[in-house]
């Protein structure tokens, strides 16, 4: 699955870097603790979190993620946005908890 088909069969909304949606989504990682994550993720996964500093947009570059999906209606701020522009990274929202986000990925097969 791309990053399109799961915009298309989760609702969610993709607010930066849409030419960049069809990166392959090969799994999925949860964390807000950006030294863990930066340890622990796998390329090409979409990483759900709550963080919305510039820092995870260097995190989700180094790690190759596909996506960064912001749960629980984390307000994402015009610098974040405009960095993960730059670096090509889609970020989508949920507005749903980081729980109930990774439950979609999971009945998708994902």
């Known amino acids: 699955m791309n990053v399109q088909e799961l915009i298309e069969k989760t609702g969610w909304t993709c607010i930066a870097a849409k030419e960049h949606l069809d990166r392959t989504v090969g799994g999925a990682y949860c964390g807000d603790l950006l ?4 340890g622990n993720g796998e390329p090409e996964q979409a990483w759900i979190t709550v963080q919305v500093h ?20 984390a307000s994402v ?7 993960a522009e730059e670096e090509g990274i889609p970020l989508l929202e949920s507005g749903i908890p980081v729980f109930e986000t990774a439950k979609k990925l999971v009945e998708l097969g994902i």
């Open 35 to 38: 030294s863990w994550v930066m």
């Open 54 to 73: 510039m820092n995870v947009i260097a995190v989700a570059v180094l790690r190759e993620f596909s996506c960064i999906v912001i749960a629980d209606n």
């Open 77 to 83: 701020p015009e610098e974040v946005l405009a960095r």
